[in-house]
């Protein structure tokens, strides 16, 4: 079993940043892939970017390509993802997410998710 917890959300100006965090408990964090997905109201949920267990390779929307970065810290079984160049659109609950079977785009793949952290940018 793993537990993940997502923190570093917000309210932020178009335009501005935030860094979310995941921290992850339970079994090794490390062999398993790791994603972001959003949900904004209304919406279903979306895929937002993956990195696979070792960090080697990552992967994102195109609606977030070039201004999101995710990474992760093994040692610290934490995953981050940087959101820069934020635009209303990016308003969302993002969710922490992680894959036994290596996924990647698919939320079907992941097999724990956390709670959420609001994002709000305001235009």
């Known amino acids: 079993q793993v537990q993940l917890v997502e923190s570093g959300g917000g309210l932020v100006q178009a335009g501005g940043s935030l860094r979310l965090s995941c921290a992850a408990s339970g079994r090794t964090q490390s062999s398993f892939a790791m994603g972001w997905f959003r949900q904004a109201p209304g919406k279903k949920r979306e895929f937002v970017a993956g990195?696979?267990?070792?960090?080697?390779?990552?992967y994102y929307s195109d609606s977030v390509q070039g201004r999101f970065t995710i990474s992760r810290d093994n040692a610290k079984k934490t995953v981050f993802l940087q959101l820069n160049t934020l635009k209303p659109e990016d308003t969302a609950v993002y969710y922490c997410a992680a894959s036994k079977v290596g996924g990647r785009y698919n939320s079907i793949e992941y097999d724990y998710w956390g709670q959420g952290t609001q994002v709000t940018v305001s235009s």
């Open positions: 990195i696979s267990s070792s960090g080697g390779s990552t």
